[in-house]
Every structure is written in C-alpha cells, then in structure tokens.
C-alpha cells in the first residue's frame, strides 16, 4: 500500500488514530495496541493518546501472536480485568455504538463472548471475558481469536453483535481506494 496501513488516512486521521479514538471512548481501560513492523514510525501516530503501545517482536508469525501479546500486556497494567476487546485497525466501521452494544450484551446475558457477525462468518470486534484470557494468551500462528469463539459457540457461550459493516477490511490497495471513494467522513 506504500506505507504500512495503520497510517492510511481516512478523514482527517490515521487508520490507527480512527480506531484509537473510538476505543478511548468506551469505558474500557487499560488501551493496549499491539504493533509489529514499523514499531517506532506508527507508535508516533498514537503518542497523544492514553493508550500502551506494546511491541509485538513475533508478528511475522501471524495474528495470533499479537492476540496473545496484547492480553499478557493488559493483564500486566490490570490485573483485575473482568473483560477486553479485541478490535482491528483495518475495520474502520467499528463506532461507539458498536461497542456499547457488545458491552450492553455482555452485561445482560452474562456470556463469555460477544462477537461481531458479518457476511456468512462470525469475528472481531469482538469482547472476551476474563475466563477466555488463558486461551487468548496461548494464541500463535495465522490463527487469531476466531478459534476460540469457535470453541465458546459449541458451549453456548456466545452471543453476536450484527455488523454488516464489519465484512469491509482493508486488506490491500484496491480495497483502501474503495473505501475512501466511498468515506463519508463517518
């Protein structure tokens, strides 16, 4: 894409600035971003921010890792964590109201998971509770949290969010021009 995407404006912000923005404002905290290649260049996007930049040195070994990075990090800054949310920088529709709806899920059925459903598929966003961070701290590899909302559905420990949204990714060039054709800025 020509820089790493964290940094692709959208609006008048960053990738990451979009994202970060939008988890300050949930009442969620500690903020952990986990970042892999270009460590120092995207942790001066988010210096103004309240959040933890967290270097990830296993990133090349796939999403799983930073997963696993990020839960270790946040239960060192909070160690009476009864939740987190797992959240993607490349999934610019994810908005307040979003996340207050998988907190408001959580709150009411009592579930283990509240996971985002898009297109067909289940994912992040998604909110974890505290009985799922062992899990998440064992991740490596290609695979992310998904396997573990795989494993949560089977015990009836999962509730969805729709996010009809959450199908767009900005995975390559053709899909950032897409979106930015489209961005109306909200």
Not at 28 to 52: A, C
Not at 58 to 69: D, F, I, L, P
Request: net charge positive; charged share 30%.
């Amino acid at each position: 894409m020509g820089k790493p995407k964290q940094l692709l404006n959208i609006g008048e912000n960053s990738l990451i600035q979009h994202v970060v923005k939008i988890a300050e404002s949930t009442s969620y905290t500690p903020i952990v971003v986990v970042l892999g290649s270009h460590f120092e260049w995207i942790k001066k996007e988010i210096k103004e921010f309240e959040v933890t930049p967290v270097l990830n040195e296993n990133w090349k070994k796939g999403m799983g890792t930073s997963v696993s990075r990020g839960i270790i990090e946040m239960q060192k800054l909070n160690s009476n964590l009864k939740a987190v949310f797992i959240l993607l920088v490349d999934q610019p529709l994810i908005s307040l109201n979003l996340l207050n709806n998988f907190e408001k899920l959580y709150l009411q059925t009592g579930k283990k998971i509240i996971a985002a459903k898009y297109d067909k598929t289940f994912g992040v966003p998604a909110l974890f509770d505290k009985t799922t961070f062992e899990e998440l701290k064992s991740l490596s590899g290609e695979k992310g949290a998904k396997k573990i909302i795989q494993k949560f559905i089977e015990k009836e420990e999962v509730v969805y969010v729709d996010f009809p949204k959450g199908q767009l990714d900005l995975d390559t060039k053709a899909d950032y021009d897409r979106f930015i054709k489209d961005f109306d800025g909200k």
